[in-house]
Structures are given as structure tokens and as C-alpha cells.
């Protein structure tokens, strides 16, 4: 795949930043779900990740998403806090009509912050101004089968907007279309994805590919402020993982991927406030076939090829990484 064409997809990075549009109205499923255990009332997505991943504890991002014994609400102000990825809306370089408008906003709403930064770069005393957010989930999960009734592909698009009685003029409508349409993008070279539609869907993606002895990762929020790497970072998953993080639509679904060279690190950082938290970083090694419009390259004033590193900036971003046997928690 020759870097030199700017409509082939990119590595997507997880660096989020909020975008908020405000929908009032408020569409609702019906409420009761049956429980498989009689007298159990945990939700049964819950009791399927146990099953699956009995050594893995539930991610606070995913459990904050389920409603015990009820369906989650179906909301049409889905847009209204949740996180929008920068460089997934450049992943088609200038094919892609709301590109240009992403990175616009990325750059004017962390004007003086670390978005990219190299490899290199990662090392005890490197300072860097970051924000960790979260994402204040409005949409939960539906069970599997009901997330499996509802159409979700391009070819669909009438059936879904007439589903959630919806307008084609809509915004609702317009960001549900660019949704779907990230979905069915081509892969990457190297490059592995998936939109889960459901939490069985997405843990049986991430357990077909990692095995069921994975640790999940994710974002400690944390406000705006310059931290200062403190100890060396410590990498995770063996140059092999899986990240998913949460797009915009009316239900929860994830898009995951897995990509060749990705590295994952947990650092430990301390906070011109005094804090200390351990955040985690994603590390792009070759960037070599990446469109040079990419926005890394021109926050970090160089061409395609040099490994380059980004922190996850919400908790919607979960990263699944295998665990060495002798991590295994009982």
C-alpha cells in the first residue's frame, strides 16, 4: 500500500476530545429484561464477561453502561458528551468531507497541549501538558439480541433512522451515517477491525484474538496540567494488543481494532499539582505508510516513518492487552 495515496486508511489514533450537540428528545425501549438465573438480577451481558473472562475484572467504563434488570435508554442527545476521535475522522485523508473540519477542532480545542509526541520522547523528566477526561457515557449497552435486531450497515440506513424515528436531514441522522460509514471503511494494511454492537459481541472479539488471559486498560481522568514523566514506563501485551474505543450512536457499540506495531505502555506521571496517577500510552512504530496529511506529522514537524506516541485522553478508549500466566489473578 503506497503511502502516497491519501484515501487509504490510517492508523486511528484514540486521542478523544468532547463534542457537544444537544438533542432533547428521549426514545425508550421497553424496560423489563428477562434474567437467565432465576432470582439474579445482574444484567445478563454481565454475567457473560464473567463467564468469558472470569480472571478479568469488569472495566468501571463498561459496568457504568449497564442497567440492572432494565434495557439501557435510547437516547437521541447520543452526541451530547461523548467523544469524538481526531484522527479516525482523517483516516481517509482529503477524500474524507469532515477531515478538515476534525482537525480544526482538535487543534483549537487543545490549543496548548500534548496531542503527538515521539517515541523517543518517552523517558523519566519529559514534560508534557495533557487532560484526561470522563466521558460521561450516555448510552448503555442492549443485550445481543437485541442489538442484533436492530440493522446496522450502510445499505440499511432508511431502516435505522425509520427505527429510531429519525429525519434523513437530521444531525442525529447525519452523525449515525458517518458512524456507520467509519464502520465499513476499508482496513489498513495490517490492520484487524470490528464494530461491537454489543458487549458479548465486543468480548468475543477481543477474546478470539487475545485469548481469555487479557488485562483492559484505561484512562485515570485527570484535569488539565502539565505532568512530568516520573519512573520508567512499563509496557503491556507484549507488542500485541487490541484497542476499542466508544463511537457516537444512539446504543453503545465499540470500534475495535488491532494493528501490527502497536506498543502499549502504563506511565507513571506526576502533576504540577502534586498528583500522581499511571496513564496509558499508545506507540505507533512505523508511520511510514500513513497519509502525510496526517495531523501528527504536522503537530510534530516531521515526515512519515518515525514511531509516534499518543496518551488516551478519555475512559471510552479501553485497550485489551494478554497478561503473562504469572499476572493471573485468581
Not at 468501571?60 to 476521535?85: C, H, W
Not at 477531515?99 to 500534548?114: E, F, G, V
Not at 436531514?169 to 461491537?196: H, L, Q, R, T
Amino acid at each position: 500500500m503506497s503511502p502516497a495515496i491519501s484515501g487509504a486508511p490510517l492508523l486511528i489514533f484514540f486521542l478523544t476530545l468532547s463534542l457537544h450537540i444537544s438533542f432533547p428528545t428521549a426514545v425508550h425501549l421497553p424496560t423489563k429484561v428477562p434474567s437467565f438465573l432465576p432470582g439474579d438480577n445482574s444484567p445478563p451481558t454481565e454475567k457473560y464477561w464473567f463467564s468469558r473472562l472470569p480472571n478479568t475484572p469488569l472495566p468501571k467504563a463498561l459496568r457504568d453502561t449497564l442497567q440492572p434488570g432494565y434495557y439501557p435508554s435510547v437516547i437521541r442527545d447520543f452526541s451530547n458528551g461523548e467523544k469524538i476521535s481526531v484522527d479516525a475522522r482523517q483516516k481517509y485523508g482529503k477524500n474524507y468531507n469532515g477531515a478538515d473540519n476534525h482537525k480544526k477542532a482538535a487543534k483549537s480545542a487543545l490549543p496548548d497541549s500534548t496531542i503527538f509526541y515521539l517515541y523517543n520522547d518517552l523517558h523519566p523528566g519529559k514534560k508534557m501538558k495533557l487532560l484526561f477526561t470522563n466521558s460521561g457515557t450516555k448510552v448503555g449497552f442492549l443485550p445481543r439480541r437485541v442489538a442484533e435486531s436492530i440493522p446496522f450497515s450502510s445499505d440499511k440506513f432508511p431502516e435505522i433512522l425509520k427505527y429510531f424515528s429519525l429525519q434523513v436531514n437530521s444531525k442525529e441522522a447525519e452523525i449515525i451515517n458517518d458512524e456507520i460509514g467509519y464502520c465499513e471503511s476499508p482496513n489498513m494494511e495490517g490492520e484487524e477491525k470490528y464494530c461491537a454492537t454489543s458487549l458479548e459481541s465486543l468480548i468475543d472479539f477481543n477474546v478470539a484474538r487475545l485469548g481469555q488471559n487479557v488485562q483492559v486498560l484505561s484512562t485515570e481522568p485527570g484535569k488539565k496540567q502539565e505532568y512530568t514523566v516520573s519512573a520508567k514506563a512499563e509496557m503491556r501485551g507484549e507488542h500485541k494488543a487490541a484497542v476499542c474505543h466508544k463511537i457516537r450512536y444512539p446504543y453503545a457499540v465499540h470500534y475495535c481494532h488491532v494493528i501490527e506495531g502497536t506498543e502499549v505502555y502504563v506511565v507513571p506521571l506526576i502533576a504540577s499539582d502534586g498528583a500522581e496517577v499511571k496513564e496509558v500510552t499508545v506507540c505507533h512504530l512505523n508511520t511510514s505508510a500513513w497519509s502525510p496529511d496526517h495531523m501528527a506529522f504536522e503537530v510534530l514537524k516531521i515526515k512519515p516513518g518515525p514511531a509516534v506516541c499518543h496518551f488516551l485522553a478519555t475512559d471510552s478508549t479501553l485497550i485489551w492487552v494478554p497478561k503473562k500466566d504469572q499476572d493471573m489473578t485468581p
